[in-house]
């Protein structure tokens, strides 16, 4: 079957019983060359061809040649799962992440592979559905970044060997889940942390400067440096080598955990109570009881990344703090006469580094706590279940 997107003649080669997925596997090549020419640059080549092995050649699926590529999985798999779509998007990104921008992938798999994979994930989850990219069932979601994040956080190796090795020296078999899922989970959190918009430029840089030229991780970092300093200043420092030292070139994990939520009564006080900025006089009083109330969190990894706590208290007011997450814990307290109900560790998920997300949040009504902490548990357990057989 063939297909024209702009200029690019695609062509397809299917067995009959792939037939059936055909329009989905050149609907998935076709989001990725929109997706991967707005974010990184333009496809160069005229043509593009792809082969669905039939099963008995399904050793052959999923490997990259610069515009040929071979997929899997038609008419194999149930449409709630877009496990095929997922491996044409993955195999043609390699078209960019391999083949415009050649890196050494025997040498630097992270670059390669992990950088891929990333895309990958942001395609699937764009074009599919962003909670529910790759699976899609009435009891069970899951997008494609968040298989690629479990792959990671569930493995008990994760934190056996730094993600700068070459592909033959990963010990205990993490070659797969540190090139692929642990790269594209640090990428992902380096757009939480910069923003979308620079993340695209970076990217757009990287390949404006190293298109059909053989970059390395340095390079990689350089041009990450200089967009960043250039869109934000200082605002990460003097640069962004301290975040690829402990994800990249660092083994360390990250987990921040809120440790516990305090709302203690002032009972009786005359003259002033200072708390924060704030003085309390008894003229100044709304209310007859003051409250002292603290939220602590604790650092338990290595890493120390950004983030920010959304605060809540009893009277609906909300407060985001930002914390640089380099101590070992941190309170933050509160005077007056609201108290503190819920802490969460960032709220919007920007820190896809976090291993556990289940003790990032902790609130004061205690039969949701456990409510939620057990759906928390139970769906990670699912999710852990579901990604032993993605992977
Ligand atoms: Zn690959």
């Known amino acids: 079957m063939t297909r024209k997107w702009n200029n690019v003649d695609i062509t397809f080669l299917t067995s009959k019983v792939g037939l059936s997925k055909a329009e989905n596997h050149l609907d998935a090549v076709v989001y990725a060359l929109e997706y991967l020419t707005e974010g990184v640059g333009p496809y160069p080549w005229p043509h593009l061809t792809f082969v669905d092995p039939p099963l008995s050649g399904s050793g052959a ?9 071979t997929t899997a999985g038609s008419g194999r798999v149930p449409s709630f799962m877009k496990m095929p779509e997922m491996v044409t998007i993955h195999e043609f990104g390699h078209a960019y992440f391999m083949g415009i921008l050649a890196s050494n992938e025997f040498e630097e798999p992270w670059l390669d592979e992990g950088v891929n994979s990333y895309w990958e994930q942001r395609i699937v989850d764009h074009y599919y559905g962003g909670g529910y990219g790759l699976l899609r069932l009435p009891f069970m979601k899951m997008s494609d970044t968040d298989q690629g994040r479990l792959g990671y956080i569930s493995s008990e190796s994760r934190a056996i060997a730094s993600n700068d090795l070459p592909s033959w020296m990963y010990p205990h078999d993490t070659y797969s889940m540190m090139s692929y899922n642990k790269a594209a989970t ?10 979308d918009e620079t993340m695209d430029n970076l990217f757009r840089e990287y390949y404006r400067r190293w298109a059909f030229r053989h970059p390395s991780g340095r390079d990689f970092i350089s041009v990450v440096n200089d967009v960043v300093t250039n869109e934000h200043g200082d605002r990460f420092g003097e640069n962004m080598n301290w975040f690829f030292d402990q994800v990249l070139y660092g083994k360390g994990i990250c987990d921040y955990r809120v440790s516990g939520i305090t709302n203690n009564r002032i009972r009786s006080y005359s003259g002033v109570v200072e708390g924060d900025s704030v003085t309390y006089t008894r003229a100044d009083r709304k209310s007859d009881t003051l409250f002292i ?7 338990l990894g290595d890493l120390m990344l950004p983030v920010q706590i959304l605060i809540r208290f009893d009277n609906g007011d909300e407060v985001l703090e930002s914390w640089d997450g380099k101590a070992s814990y941190m309170d933050f307290e509160y005077t007056g006469s609201r108290r503190v109900v819920s802490a969460i560790i960032d709220p919007h998920d920007r820190i896809d580094m976090d291993v556990n997300r289940i003790n990032n949040s902790l609130t004061l009504e205690p039969t949701r706590t456990v409510t939620r902490r057990m759906l928390n548990k139970f769906v990670l357990m699912m999710q852990m279940m579901i990604s032993i057989f993605t992977i």
């Open 61 to 69: 699926g999923g490997m990259e040649y610069t515009t040929l590529f």
């Open 186 to 195: 640090w990428l992902h959190t380096l757009q939480g942390i910069i923003g």
């Open 293 to 299: 109330s603290r939220v602590s969190i604790e650092r």
